[in-house]
């Protein structure tokens, strides 16, 4: 909480003595002890861990909704696979608790379980608890959270329903001043994957709002997200009508040249192959960039 990091030496005297005294916690201070190392990016040791999972198995029952919702982000976020045990014994917990989610803890998990690579669809009951929900808390969704929540949809290739997505894009009008490039960035790149499903997807109104957010926040704008939304305008416009003005493609030229020297092979070629696909002419000055950077 106070933001400062232990020393090696400190973390490492404190693993032992959790290690030597076989620490006992409770729902709550599992969490919590997770959380913490998480916010720290602190690794456990093979042995806590595996303590830890052990003393989960045992408080699974006890679990509150944010204590449910803290441990899989926590998790996540330290890039720990937990096994199928765990998520048979955490799906049970969420069951339990749904009706105790608020709309950050909903988006958190399903951002953790996007991260962790975890197949929602073989955890049983886990979605149509998760859209119940969702439904019931959408309208207190902060920007970031409903950022978070489409990328999520996209990384696990969820086909999103129609009602999903009309309460996504009302929120989305409600909370676009409040989001910043990445969460732009991400929106439409999650949106993108996922008109590969579905077609026509977005409301005539979404690109208008968007494209005067992101033209507000374009000077901080990073190389993936430069190349995120580019690319994601190249998919989306197989199946819906884009237009991008030219005040977007000045201002999106003119960052690219600040953060050429941040972008990748990868994100070079998703920028030239998106001026393909929407047919646009790359200025000179774009052109000189490019170059210089993929040599």
Request: net charge negative; with cysteine; aromatic share 14%.
């Amino acid at each position: 909480t106070l933001g400062h990091v232990p020393s090696d030496r400190i973390m490492q005297l404190w693993f032992q003595q959790a290690e030597r005294e076989n620490l006992k916690f409770d729902g709550m201070g599992l969490s919590i002890v997770m959380w913490a190392l998480a916010k720290l990016q602190i690794q456990p040791t093979d042995l806590f861990l595996e303590r830890w999972f052990g003393m989960f198995c045992e408080v699974s029952l006890t679990l509150k909704s944010q204590e449910t919702a803290n441990i899989i982000w926590a998790l996540a976020t330290l890039n720990i696979d937990p096994g199928g045990g765990f998520l048979a014994l955490w799906n049970d917990c969420f069951t339990r608790e749904a009706g105790n989610f608020n709309s950050q803890h909903l988006s958190n998990l399903l951002w953790a379980l996007a991260k962790l690579d975890i197949k929602v669809d073989e955890m049983t009951g886990f979605m149509p608890v998760w859209y119940e929900a969702f439904e019931r808390n959408h309208a207190s969704l902060k920007s970031q959270a409903l950022a978070n929540v489409l990328w999520s949809f996209a990384k696990l290739k969820i086909e999103p329903s129609r009602q999903f997505l009309d309460l996504w894009f009302d929120g989305f009008k409600r909370e676009w001043l409040h989001f910043n490039t990445q969460n732009l960035a991400n929106s439409l790149w999650a949106l993108a994957k996922l008109n590969t499903m579905s077609e026509r997807l977005l409301p005539e109104s979404f690109l208008d709002l968007w494209m005067d957010g992101f033209i507000r926040e374009l000077r901080n704008c990073n190389s993936q997200d430069l190349a995120n939304c580019l690319w994601a305008f190249a998919r989306i416009s197989t199946v819906e009508d884009v237009h991008i003005p030219d005040a977007f493609l000045k201002q999106w030229d003119r960052q690219f040249r600040v953060e050429s020297q941040f972008f990748n092979c990868q994100g070079l070629a998703n920028v030239m192959w998106a001026m393909g696909k929407l047919e646009l002419q790359p200025s000179p000055k774009f052109l000189d960039a490019w170059f210089a950077q993929f040599q």
